[in-house]
Structure formats: structure tokens, C-alpha cells
């Protein structure tokens, strides 16, 4: 069985991406957007499989969440890199 915050996770997680995606020309002035838009999907990801688990398949589920959120972490940790150590001519 699933647990409630789960679900409320993912519900307010999927209102966030509806925020992104209507917002998306705001977002396009962030440095490296191309990198946290999809960080935040493997997120999203890894919260949607979260309440899978509990209803069938939960050891491959389980494994699939940890993966997209190992994803999304390296995504955002090279987003943080490559934010601090650009060069000066991507300074805006």
C-alpha cells in the first residue's frame, strides 16, 4: 500500500512541473536550464514510482525510484559545477 504524504508529494510535485512548463520562457533565463528542467523530471519521476511501488512490482519499482533520483542528483550536483566554474564570458 502506498502512504498519504507519497501522494501528496506527487501531486504537489506535478503542480511544479505545470508551473515550469507555463513559466518556461522565465525558466530559459536561468544559466544551464536544459540541466535542472530535466533533474526535476527524474525528481518527479522518482516520486510517481514511489506510489507505484505500493500498488504492484514494489522491488523493481523501489529500484527504479532510487535510480531516477541518483539520477536527478547528478544532474543538479553538474548544474552546481558547472554554475560556479563557467567562464567569465557566460557571466551575465
Do not use: D, Q
Request: one cysteine or more; a positive charge; proline letters at 2%.
Amino acid at each position: 500500500m502506498f502512504e498519504e504524504n507519497e501522494v501528496v508529494m506527487l501531486i504537489l510535485g506535478i503542480g511544479v512541473l505545470i508551473f515550469i512548463l507555463l513559466n518556461l520562457n522565465r525558466i530559459k533565463r536561468i544559466y544551464a536550464w536544459k540541466l535542472l528542467v530535466p533533474g526535476y523530471c527524474f525528481l518527479l519521476a522518482g516520486w510517481f514510482l514511489t506510489v507505484l511501488e505500493g500498488f504492484f512490482a514494489g522491488s523493481l519499482f523501489n529500484f527504479l525510484e532510487h535510480a531516477c533520483y541518483t539520477c536527478s542528483s547528478i544532474i543538479v550536483a553538474f548544474w552546481c559545477l558547472r554554475s560556479v566554474f563557467r567562464s567569465p564570458k557566460e557571466v551575465t
